[in-house]
């Protein structure tokens, strides 16, 4: 992300960034038919199982059923873990943390860390933090690998590097892991970055995961990865630290039945990841440390509108699926989860920077529809759009043309003199007068011909001809 | 006050929910086979496992040294007792980056699930779990009577066991993070065989 970007205005920070991403057409469309292919893969797996829907509905009351219990059902976690060896840690916030972190390394002596993808620790730019204090940090999923490399962040939360072409990986495996220039074979590529990342995780101190689901009733937890990467980062290092938010509880191992049955069939369309490990306390002779972060999340939790957010489990479908996400990228949301759900997450906590973001979509309810939990996505970012107005957030032109707009429609002649002016000067009026370079309406559409007489008018004539 | 209770404390601060969702009991039919174990074979072949139907330990001999990546395999760690050479005693192994050098392993699986072609491979079987990820080939073996079909039936299996690692193992290794192109080898495994046996 170049340096201007930083200091986009809040209000319109998403469509600038779009407009970068758009200007590259035929990226665009690359882009979009590559996650239109995911999304098409989820489809096929959501139909081969009879009881999808209901599973959704299982899913979601599963999750609402957590989510009111939340306190005890974090107490209850904490104690098993503890009971099964594991130490636990509470941080409200990203630098609480990653101070945890530190605190661990520093306790242990480590200097090397490997990271199996956690969204998590990206939302709390552990990267940066630990990097500044002289520790190595890799990224040991492929994707994240290839993004850190470049120096980006990840574009999608199942999917990092989606918005990069091959031989720009080959591009920059050739610069950093010496791989031949020009080679762009994916199979080529992985095989070097596979010789790379095993030498990392065998010289590793530490291995830090993320969490998709913790069980209240065991303390014991999961982690879903398909190369394997979350299993040797934590099974070669003595020290295991799992990252998680406060919201990826559920209560019993058999609820478990359901989120591995929905997760991945939603993220990429397969029956289930190759690996989804069960760990119940630090390996023999290892540490397991858990921390739990809040974040934000327990103040979304008390919002009566937002709180179902809180359910998602990071597939990513409403980002393969949204139409805006397909042709923006991902790095247009400026959040560390994009698409529709950080359309919510993001604002929820910081409606300010992230105003722009509930306008980054077009109602279309197609998030909703393929939300393996059921979230009503498409109608919290109408919501969305409400709060951050109510917050004062709205742009002084749509405040603007708001107010006017609902003078106009509250005094009926006056806008039928305004539809009738408007008719009659749309026809007469030369083209640059009605679209013009101040119509940011109209940059890239144009009006459709004006008809002759209104709907009013037309209504009255067919009555009359009755 | 510390974050923990300041976490709990906002929890608990919220308006109550009109009324706390039940929790579904999951007792429903789900979805059952006809041919669970002919499910299985092609779900795990899917995901670029391979699956060989063995009537007994000595049919699976013959099949697995028919197996390219088992025949050149220099060093192979056996944990099935009847199945396989080994020359990786892993109960001499103290420290598991020695297991770098592993071409193939053997390991029991305690359940096979049709609908998703997983395996489920607990660590009393395989005392230093990093085999299971490190091994470059592994195969599976588990017995035909530990079909089931779906998750659930998986999991009311498994709450009777101890609360041990245990990891589901669907295929080999894999990735599609550079253009959306299938590589199977990211990590772990570069071939999963599993063995049914029965």
Known sequence: ?466 | MTSRSAILGALRARPKAPSPAPLPDLSEPFCTYSDPLQHFAAVLGSVGGKVVLAPTLEAAEMALNAEPAYQQARQVCGLVAGLGRSNVDLTTVSDPHSLETVDFAIARGRLAVAENGAVWVRESDVPTRALLFITQHLALVVGKNTLVNNMHEAYAQLELGSAEFGVFISGPSKTADIEQSLVIGAHGARSLLVFVIG
């Not at chain 1, 520790?135 to 989606?162: C, K, M, W």
């Not at chain 1, 406060?246 to 478990?256: A, C, H, V």
């Not at chain 1, 690996?275 to 103040?299: A, E, T, V």
């Open chain 1, 1 to 466: 992300m170049s340096a201007e970007l930083v200091h986009l205005s809040p209000a319109t920070a998403h469509p600038r960034r779009a407009a970068l991403f758009v200007a590259n057409d035929e990226r665009m469309h690359w882009h979009d038919k590559a996650l239109w292919f995911v999304r098409q893969k989820r489809d096929k797996a959501a139909q081969s199982v009879p009881e999808w829907e209901r599973l959704r509905e299982l899913a979601s009351q599963i999750k609402a059923h957590t989510l009111v219990g939340l306190p005890d059902y974090l107490e209850e976690f904490e104690a098993k873990a503890v009971a099964l060896g594991a130490e636990v840690h509470w941080a409200k916030d990203a630098d609480e943390h990653n101070a945890i972190v530190l605190r661990i390394l520093e306790g242990v002596g480590a200097k090397r860390v490997v990271k199996s993808k956690s969204m998590l620790t990206e939302e709390c730019h552990l990267n940066p933090f630990l990097e500044a204090r002289g520790y190595e940090v890799v990224d040991t999923d492929l994707g994240e690998r290839i993004v850190q490399f470049r120096n980006e962040a990840p574009s999608h939360i199942v999917l990092p590097a989606i918005h990069i072409r091959k031989e720009e990986v080959g591009a920059t495996f050739h610069e950093h892991l010496g791989t031949e220039a020009g080679a762009s074979d994916p199979q080529y590529l992985t095989e070097a970055a596979r010789g790379h990342l095993r030498d990392k995780f065998l010289k590793a101190d530490v291995g830090i995961t993320g969490v998709n689901f913790a069980i209240a009733e065991t303390g014991g937890f999961v982690v879903c990865t398909n190369e394997g990467n979350a299993d040797l980062g934590t099974a070669l290092p003595p020290v295991h630290i799992a990252c998680m938010g406060i919201e990826k509880l559920i209560p019993r191992t058999k609820d478990l039945a359901v989120f591995l049955r929905l997760l991945a069939r939603s993220a990429t369309g397969q029956p289930i990841t190759t690996y989804s490990s069960h760990f119940f306390g630090p390996r023999p002779g290892g540490k397991l440390h858990i921390i739990l972060l809040d974040n934000g999340r327990s103040g979304i939790s008390q919002s009566a509108d937002f709180k179902t957010s809180l359910h998602c489990i990071r597939c990513g479908a409403c980002m393969n699926t949204c139409p805006v996400y397909r042709r923006s990228g991902g790095h247009s949301y400026g959040t560390t989860v994009p698409g529709p759900i950080g359309s919510i997450l993001a604002p929820a906590r910081d409606a300010n920077t992230y105003q722009s973001l509930p306008y980054a979509c077009s109602l279309c309810g197609s998030c909703s529809d393929v939300c393996p939990v059921k979230i009503n996505l498409h109608e919290q970012l109408l919501l969305m759009r409400h709060s951050v107005t109510e917050k004062g957030f709205l742009p002084k032109l749509k405040q603007l043309s708001m107010t006017i707009a609902s003078y106009v429609f509250q005094r009926p002649k006056l806008y039928a003199f305004l539809g009738a002016a408007g008719r009659t000067l749309g026809r007469l009026l030369p083209h640059r007068w009605v679209n013009n370079r101040l119509n940011g309406w109209g940059r890239q559409r144009d009006l459709p011909p004006l008809p002759a007489k209104s709907f009013r008018a037309l209504y009255r004539e067919r009555n009359n001809g009755q």
